[in-house]
T-cell receptor, first 116, second 112 residues
């Protein structure tokens, strides 16, 4: 099946610093990638939709200036958590779909972010 | 009102029995439905997708969709301890690159 690779798998950072998370589609081109956040014992909540070559679309309540998304190529999207705070500690997961006809989404391994 | 609802569980099922997971959705415009399995600390993995009313079978898994009742279910036959996980139901408004709305998940435990 399609492979989506996310890096790093975990990161610990100090409050006030920024962290970049990468999401790559390894064997297919993804014009659209999605970024989710999952707090403990909760479901995945969509943060934003990342479109190659254009600005990301953010869900209501997600600060676009805090969560910077760049989708510079058809195989790479990045999420940068700027000025991280302890409440940003969460499990961040990206996903990509194979194309317009096949709607099944494939997920990256996830990134566990801990802000201390 | 949550858009996709699931019983959070935990649901305990003896090994070898049938596990039944249920999901309802509120948006009648939803077209695509998915079941994902998520192990603790891991990202979701796709189990089944279903787009039309009726049953869809894949090995030990059967997904059922009833659009009139806005209801989706997943049956797991011959449950194995390795099936113990959280099962997430998700819905999408389209068939293309549309965003997924997830339920809160049902935690399933298979008892040996």
């Amino acid at each position: 099946g399609a492979v989506v690779s996310q890096h790093p798998s975990w990161v610990i950072c100090k409050s006030g610093t920024s962290v970049k998370i990468e999401c790559r589609s390894l064997d297919f081109q993804a014009t659209t990638m999605f970024w989710y956040r999952q707090f403990p014992k909760q479901s995945l909540m969509l943060m934003a939709t990342s479109n190659e070559g254009s600005k990301a679309t953010y869900e209501q309540g997600v600060e676009k200036d805090k969560f910077l998304i760049n989708h510079a190529s058809l195989t790479l999207s990045t999420l940068t958590v700027t000025s991280a705070h302890p409440e940003d500690s969460s499990f961040y997961i990206c996903s990509a779909t194979l194309g317009d006809l096949l709607q099944e989404a494939f997920f990256g391994q996830g990134t566990r972010l801990t802000v201390v | 009102q949550k858009e996709v609802e699931q019983n959070s569980g935990p649901l305990s099922v003896p090994e070898g029995a049938i596990a039944s997971l249920n999901c309802t959705y509120s948006d009648r415009g939803s077209q695509s439905f998915f079941w994902y399995r998520q192990y603790s600390g891991k990202s979701p993995e796709l189990i089944m997708s279903i787009y039309s009313n009726g049953d869809k079978e894949d090995g030990r898994f059967t997904a059922q969709l009833n659009k009139a009742s806005q209801y989706v279910s997943l049956l797991i036959r011959d449950s194995q301890p390795s099936d113990s996980a959280t099962y997430l139901c998700a819905a999408s408004l389209g068939f293309g690159n549309e965003k997924l709305t997830f339920g809160t998940g049902t935690r399933l435990t298979i008892i040996p």
